[in-house]
């Protein structure tokens, strides 16, 4: 063998050896603007826990118009973060999604509503106009309605529904006797523009027994099939599960990096550590695996949505352990 033979062998050798090690690439879309509600993600990206894991991974910010369900079917995305009924919704339409891990273990949902206005529990909701946020989110209220027996469509034996932008303006301006608000954001909102916690009631949907899980994560089941996508999702998990524990044990600093990572300028310091500790809240007790009890609860959540209900059977399929199993072990 000459020189130039032996000398191209080793530059094939050196390319294919940086071939192997080049790191894979992986999208995310979430769900909502850069905020603590993703930590999570932002601190494996931040502290190099995806790069442990030889990924790649780019985070894309959601938005009040993009749905995560959408990109995905585009291929704009690789995992997507969406609320369980959402993700079920799209899948009996067609869309094939499958929860892999569900770093988050409570529901943040609640409704919040001014005291004068006479209510002091969800008897009260009848003749009362509450703002309910769409593209998905209303599935929860939905079924929460039709379990208590009342109607949508007003009147004083039902409830007035107010499409609710992202705001929390139908509160304070008295347009609404309560409004959707989650227990990290919004609520929070309605307290720094001048009303004091005395002069709220909030209904978890959590302890109302309607609770949905939320902010899991979602990939399409024909991607699962491939053996190099399934290993590259079961390191994505593990990376994530690893930023969400950092940023529990330590809510001020992975509110910072947070803020780092908002190309808007939009958040505020005061308004992301108090985010991040409502969050490690929601996500505390989960080590990204899906409790199979909280999937059922949620699907029979959606099931009773009397006449028109989130989902019309039991989805099979609508889940997997297969990732989690081996990004935890």
């Known amino acids: 063998m000459n ?3 032996t000398t191209a062998l080793a530059a094939t050798f050196a390319l294919t050896g940086g071939l192997a090690q080049a790191a894979d690439d992986v999208t995310l879309q979430l769900k909502w603007v850069t905020q603590a509600q993703f930590a ?3 601190v494996a990206l931040d502290k190099g826990f995806y790069e442990e894991e030889d990924l790649n991974v780019t985070i894309k910010p959601g938005g009040p118009d993009v749905a995560p369900a959408q990109v995905i079917a585009g291929g704009g995305a690789d995992v997507v973060l969406d609320w369980m009924p959402s993700a079920l919704a799209s899948r009996e339409k067609g869309l094939n999604l499958v929860n892999i ?4 273990k409570s529901s943040g949902m609640m409704l919040t509503c001014r005291k004068d206005t006479g209510i002091t529990g969800p008897e009260d909701f009848a003749g009362k106009t509450l703002g309910v946020w769409f593209f998905g989110n209303e599935y929860p209220f939905l079924s929460w309605m039709s379990q208590l027996g009342l109607s949508t469509e007003g009147g004083d034996a039902g409830v007035t529904v107010l499409k609710q932008g992202f705001n929390v303006d139908p509160l304070l301006q008295e347009q609404a006797a309560c409004i959707s608000t989650m227990t ?3 609520y929070w909102q309605v307290i720094d523009a001048g009303l004091d916690a005395d002069d709220l009631i909030t209904f978890k949907y ?4 309607v609770a949905t899980l939320e902010d899991g994560m979602y990939v399409l ?5 491939d053996p190099a996508f399934e290993d590259k999702m079961v390191r994505f998990v593990r990376a994530s599960m690893k930023g969400w524990k950092w940023a529990e044990e330590n809510p001020a600093e992975a509110a910072e990096i947070v803020l780092d990572n908002d190309a808007t300028g939009a958040q505020t310091e005061k308004h992301q550590v108090r985010m991040m500790g409502e969050i490690a809240k929601l996500t505390a007790g989960s080590n990204g695996a899906l409790d199979v009890a909280d999937y059922e609860r ?3 959540t959606l099931l009773k949505g009397g006449s028109d209900p989130v989902i019309t059977a039991a989805p099979t399929g609508a889940w997997t352990h297969a990732i989690t199993d081996a990004a935890l072990k």
């Open 3 to 5: 020189k130039i033979t």
């Open 40 to 42: 999570g993600y932002y």
């Open 101 to 104: 891990a569900q770093p988050f």
């Open 184 to 186: 990290y954001n919004e």
């Open 206 to 209: 959590e302890d109302m027994g």
């Open 221 to 225: 089941e024909e991607n699962l099939a």
């Open 298 to 300: 949620t699907v029979q």
